[in-house]
């Protein structure tokens, strides 16, 4: 079996969404540069709280871009409390798996959302349970990972 799946490889070489939005209703940037991987989503969101567009700018490894890339297309056209339900094991399942070692890339594309919704939230004064929310900037889930 190769290491990763032709879904891993073509959203790692036709990344979807990449870029950034001006004037986002919602942005949120997690990694941690030891690890080597940073996402940040973007969000504009309409007046039904429908995911309208979505972007993302990642420095990483294939895995954290292939990441990015499918989580982006499935949070895309969604209601944000669905987007919220996103988790990084959907998100790998949709890659078709990752390798043991990469599954912490899968973690941040389910992180940066929840940022950026919560970002979205705080801008418009929309009440929220705080325990949905990560709150680990010191990216804990690397340590494994980046030797810290």
Do not use: W
Not at 30 to 52: A, F, R, S, T
Not at 93 to 106: F, N, V, Y
Not at 108 to 116: D, H, M, P, S, T
């Amino acid at each position: 079996m190769a290491l990763y799946s032709d879904k891993v490889m073509d959203h790692f070489r036709n990344p979807r969404n990449v870029g950034s939005i001006e004037n986002a209703d919602g942005v949120g940037e997690v990694g941690n540069p030891v690890c080597g991987d940073i996402m940040k989503i973007y969000l504009k969101i309409n007046d039904q709280k429908i995911i309208e567009d979505v972007k993302f700018e990642t420095f990483g490894c294939g895995s954290a871009i292939a990441s990015s890339s499918m989580a982006t297309e499935l949070i895309k056209g969604k209601p944000v409390q669905e987007a919220l339900q996103l988790t990084n094991k959907a998100v790998t399942e949709a890659l078709d798996g990752l390798p043991a070692h990469k599954i912490h890339c899968s973690v941040l594309a389910e992180e940066a959302i929840k940022k950026a919704v919560k970002d979205y939230y705080d801008k418009n004064g929309i009440i929220y349970d705080a325990d949905l929310f990560p709150d680990d900037e010191d990216c804990a889930h690397c340590e494994a990972h980046c030797g810290r």
